[in-house]
């Protein structure tokens, strides 16, 4: 039966707590882009504000309109000026479209002796009465008033051939306008671009909340695996110093805090007893990608089982990177490359660290052939030899997401342990590369959930002192080591 229940179609639903901080680990994490957009934003709007700002001018008239009929006979010339609620229907329906037709227009045109009017005319009627606002807007304050006055004269004209005879009582006379009705307010401008530009970081940092999806409980993996949580170790942070020394995480240090030193502890004592069920003396370490702690986890899991009195191997299997020879000192730099070249024997190549109690096999320097190396003959032959010198070997391998190393290196082992890094990596790349393994015939035993911040959703120990994780894959970050015995391995 597999030991990874992983279908594409099963998607671990959104996690509100997790989304929101996401958020929030978004806005510390991005808050300079929200800062930049902001002022790009007010920058863009202030631009556009004064440099495509035109002054423009708005002339102003407002008046009542009556209709007329005659007095007498038709030839008697007196009229009759009224009006009534039809009027007021007439004109709601009517003064618009009068104002926009051409013969209007054409009309003004004449009455001003242009070619072209140098603005626009709209009117608006107050609902269920004759009072009409007419206004010109124009760039020029004097023709704005000019053109409004024309348009005065030449309406009744007009309008008399759709409602008849017209009369207009002037309220308010047209006069000509002192000062741009769309005068900018830039302090605005700018702030409601700057709003803009925060707005939309935001929405970035949403969407990156909801796409990040990275594992950030122990418990996400559990929904979708039948795989065991083996341990949680807490994040050790590094803490700057004068003088920097290349460090490595070990539980021979003792300021690492003792939360490092008892998960370590709880992970050797679980490995051992998963171990002891399925009669192994082989375990692989890896993990999805490169940096998750998978070296720290394999290198600090052979110490203590060594610590405990067990013959313990550890096998540097990424010989891509070959980099836990600095754990370690005073190691030989022959590898398992040297070895299945033959170019020595596996007992020539195995140094014993008399401090921590480990064996070690591994070299210096990277290599290029190994797809060749690991498709050696002899292989199986070295492995089987380990087995039967060692209680456990311990294979650092390189990430399963990367290369297939993890995958033929497997087939050598009797279980594999994977080790998550906390918020690190996409969900759904953790369980493909889960997948990769469950393909092979090597049982999973579990995973180890690293890098848990201090105090986060309950998990991980205060420090007085911290460290950064070396993860592993080629990768360090440098600060002062911790016990003197181990400060200068690499010398």
């Known amino acids: 039966m597999s030991e990874l229940n992983h279908a594409e179609t099963e998607e671990m639903e959104i996690d509100i707590v997790s989304l929101i901080q996401n958020f929030i680990s978004g806005i510390f994490r991005w808050w300079w882009l929200i800062v930049l ?41 007196s009229y009759n000026f009224y009006y009534d609620s039809t009027t007021a229907g007439q004109l709601a329906k009517t003064f618009p479209y009068i ?16 070619s072209s009017i140098n603005g626009s005319i709209t009117a608006s009627v107050v609902p269920d ?128 805090g003792a939360g490092f030193r008892e998960n370590i502890k709880g992970l050797q004592m679980r490995v051992k007893r998963e171990m002891e069920r399925i009669d192994g ?53 022959k590898g398992l490359y040297e070895v299945l070249r033959k170019e020595c024997t596996v007992k020539d190549a195995i140094f014993h660290d008399e401090e921590s109690g480990v064996y070690f096999l ?22 089987e030899s380990l087995r039967k010198e060692m209680d456990y070997v311990i294979i650092d391998a390189p990430p399963s997401e990367m290369f297939e190393d993890a995958a033929v290196l497997s087939e050598y082992a009797d279980g594999i342990l994977y080790v998550v890094r906390y918020d690190f990596v996409q969900r759904r790349r953790v369980l493909d590369g889960l997948a990769e393994l469950d393909g092979v015939h090597t049982r999973l035993l579990g995973y180890v959930f690293n890098g848990i911040k201090v105090g986060h959703s309950g998990y991980g120990y205060g420090y007085g002192y911290g460290y950064g994780y070396n993860y592993g894959y080629g990768y360090r970050r440098d600060g002062e080591y911790g016990d003197e015995k181990y400060a200068n391995r690499e010398k």
């Open 37 to 77: 957009l902001a002022l790009i934003g007010g920058s863009i709007f202030y631009l556009r504000a004064s440099r495509f700002y035109t002054p423009m001018y708005r002339a102003e008239a407002v008046f009542t309109v009556m209709t007329s009929t005659q007095s007498n006979s038709e030839n008697s010339g």
């Open 99 to 114: 104002l926009s037709s051409n013969l209007l227009n054409e009309a003004i045109k004449e009455d001003l002796g242009i």
């Open 129 to 256: 009465s004759n009072l009409i606002t007419m206004s010109v807007v124009s760039m020029n304050a004097s023709e704005a008033k000019t053109i409004l006055e024309s348009a005065i004269r030449v309406y009744p004209n007009i309008s008399r051939f759709v409602i008849g005879n017209t009369k207009f009582n002037m309220i308010d006379v047209p006069t000509e306008p002192t000062e741009p009705f769309n005068k900018p307010n830039y302090v605005r401008t700018t702030v409601k671009g700057a709003f803009l530009g925060v707005l939309a970081g935001l929405l970035l940092v949403v969407l990156y909340a909801f796409l990040k999806r990275t594992v950030q409980k122990p418990e996400e993996l559990k929904k979708v695996s039948n795989l065991k949580c083996l341990a949680k170790i807490p994040n050790v942070r590094q803490k700057a110093r004068k003088k920097r020394i290349e460090s490595r995480i070990t539980v021979f240090d003792s300021r690492v």
């Open 281 to 333: 003396k082989v375990l692989l370490v890896t993990s999805t990608v490169a940096e998750e702690g998978k070296t720290t986890v394999a290198v600090n899991l052979a110490f203590s089982l060594a610590e405990y009195g067990y013959k313990v191997l550890l096998l540097d299997g990424d010989m891509r990177k070959q980099t836990d020879w600095k754990y370690i000192e005073g190691v030989k730099g």
């Open 362 to 383: 591994g070299g210096k320097e990277p290599i290029k052939e190994v797809t060749q190396t690991l498709n050696s003959s002899n292989l199986l032959d070295v492995m």
